[in-house]
């Protein structure tokens, strides 16, 4: 059974600091998305990591995965309040469309 | 161009009622997911499907629980006599065919409340 699992759960950050989020599965899987969730809200779309070594940046958000560490990480640089959310990853199961998430990891940025 | 729809945004129930969630893929989308939100937890899924095709219901509960997804119309998903633990976001999310690369669209969600 694929299990993602992210740490910390829960991380409470000073603005202007900066900080790494970490999501590691079990399985082989070389698709790998990152989701933004504020309360009560959808999912937003963040990242899509396709391949060993991928790397993508958005704004003050960085992604990377290592497929043979089977190791992703969502990187926060210089944090601000309005990133205050849940973040979760989400890794396709063998390929076959099928996300399993991550127990996502509540941000909260504080002056 | 609309992005995934899911109707209604809320859903009271009383235990023992029929709850049906409905969700309308993005234009060009023919594939779509549902999942599963307790409070605090990540998404579980439970359902993928395709124009009138059940892919995988690896995740949906073998009694009560039902989906589908008509030539024409919206997906829906179909939960009969509804119990407290069916409390929950669910969300639909869709893709079109040959896309797996890309990101995957969800929908606002409905959130059902079982009294």
């Known amino acids: 059974e694929l299990k993602v699992e992210q740490n910390p759960l829960f991380l409470s950050m000073q603005e202007g600091k900066n900080y790494t989020i970490y999501c590691n599965y079990s399985?082989?899987?070389?698709?790998l998305y990152w989701y933004r969730q504020d309360p009560g809200k959808s999912l937003e779309s963040l990242f899509v990591l396709l391949s060993n070594g991928a790397v993508k940046q958005e704004g003050r958000l960085m992604a990377s995965l290592d497929t043979k560490a089977r190791l992703s990480t969502l990187h926060i640089t210089a944090a601000v309040h309005d990133l205050s959310a849940t973040y979760f990853c989400?890794?396709?199961?063998?390929?076959?469309?099928?996300?399993?998430f991550g127990t996502g990891t509540r941000l909260q940025v504080f002056p | 161009n609309a992005g995934v729809m899911q109707n209604p945004r809320h859903l009271v129930r009383r235990r023992g009622q029929e709850a049906r969630l409905r969700c309308s893929p993005m234009k060009g989308h023919s594939h779509v997911y549902w999942y599963r939100q307790l409070p605090e937890e990540g998404l579980k899924f439970m359902v993928y499907?395709?124009?009138?095709?059940?892919?995988?219901e690896s995740g949906m509960p073998k009694e009560r629980f039902s989906a589908e997804f008509p030539k024409e119309g919206p997906s829906i998903l179909r939960i009969q006599q509804v119990v407290r633990g069916d409390s929950a976001a669910y969300f639909c999310a869709s893709s079109r065919p040959g896309a797996r690369n890309e990101k995957l669209f969800f929908g606002s969600g409905t959130q059902l409340s079982v009294l």
């Open positions: 499907l395709q124009k009138e095709n059940i892919i995988d």
């Open positions: 399985t082989t899987s070389d698709r």
């Open positions: 989400a890794v396709d199961l063998y390929n076959t469309d099928k996300l399993i």
